[in-house]
């Protein structure tokens, strides 16, 4: 009876033991892998934050909608693009990106999306040029001066006339001041150094008919407007009012301020009417 007792015993002692050795081993296996999958999680979020960082850096792709998910350090990206060697482009931006050791592109390749950017740039070019006349037209130095503004892609070209070098640099300094102006070129921009000439005065309603004229010639030429013959012109002592319809806000505000730069206009009433989406 004795033998059998110390055999239980020990058989109890091994039973207890070997379930207190795989309890231990099995929760120390689970840290570890909970461990390991948490610096997994934080290398891919590092790895997708840098992606994304170096598609945006680059002109050609960062204006398209392109997703990044990150697994192991294999990148995934997925979205459109307009053509085959934009997708080409991403994948290349993505595979230099450190962290990152495989690249699976399921990019799209539509053009349809490269007319959608380029009416989303077009949008933002007339922004600018709203914003760099309105800084021209509020220097009084500049407000007098022959100074023409064309902005593409970001890149604003200064031309026309002014009288000084001093003002010449006031005109580039308040286009470089503007937020996405990337580079302003004011190689045709003309110093004349010719003497001010006095303002002529209003002569009433002969000046109003000018006035009218003048905002009228000014507003056909501007390229950045689709449908100007729509912009109605009316002037009152030396006050312009603008009526009918234009497609955004940003060819209203432009308007305004080109009529606001023809010389004798005392001051601008915008009540054109947005009739398109933006």
């Given at each position: 009876?004795?033998?059998?007792?110390?055999?239980?015993?020990?058989?109890l002692l091994l039973i207890v033991g070997?379930?207190?050795?795989?309890?231990?081993?099995?929760?120390?296996?689970?840290?570890?892998?909970?461990?390991?999958s948490v610096g997994e999680y934080t290398g891919d979020a590092a790895t997708t934050t840098a992606v994304k960082a170096a598609l945006a850096l680059n002109n050609r792709v960062s204006s398209f909608d392109i997703h990044v998910e990150t697994n192991k350090n294999d990148v995934t990206l997925?979205?459109?693009?307009?053509?085959?060697?934009?997708?080409?482009?991403a994948e290349e931006?993505?595979?230099?990106?450190?962290?990152?050791?495989?690249?699976?592109?399921?990019?799209?390749a539509d053009p349809g999306i490269q007319a959608a950017n380029a009416e989303k740039q077009y949008v933002t070019d007339i922004?600018?040029?709203?914003?760099?006349?309105?800084?021209?037209?509020?220097?009084?130095e500049l407000k007098t001066q022959q100074i023409k503004v064309e902005v593409n892609k970001g890149e604003v070209k200064l031309s026309g006339s002014v009288r000084t070098p001093v003002q010449k640099t006031a005109a580039e300094a308040a286009a470089r001041s503007v937020a996405n102006v990337h580079k302003v070129d004011s190689s045709a921009l003309i110093v004349t150094n010719a003497a001010l000439e006095p303002m002529p005065q209003?002569?009433?309603?002969?000046s109003d008919n000018l006035l009218v004229t003048q905002v009228e010639t000014v507003l056909s030429r501007e390229s950045?407007?689709?449908?100007?013959?729509?912009m109605k012109v009316r002037a009152s002592e030396g006050v312009i009012y603008l009526t009918g319809t234009t497609d955004s806000r940003a060819e209203k505000a432009l308007a305004g301020y080109l009529a606001r730069s023809v010389t004798g206009a005392k001051d601008v009433i915008n009540n054109l009417e947005v009739t398109g989406r933006k």
């Open positions: 009876m004795r033998i059998r007792s110390i055999i239980t015993t020990v058989v070997g379930a207190i050795y795989y309890f231990y081993s099995y929760r120390n296996r689970d840290i570890s892998a909970d461990i390991s997925t979205g459109q693009v307009p053509t085959e060697d934009d997708k080409r482009v931006i993505t595979r230099s990106t450190n962290g990152v050791a495989k690249v699976v592109n399921n990019l799209v922004e600018i040029k709203t914003v760099v006349l309105e800084a021209i037209l509020s220097n009084p209003s002569q009433a309603a002969d950045a407007f689709s449908q100007p013959q729509k």
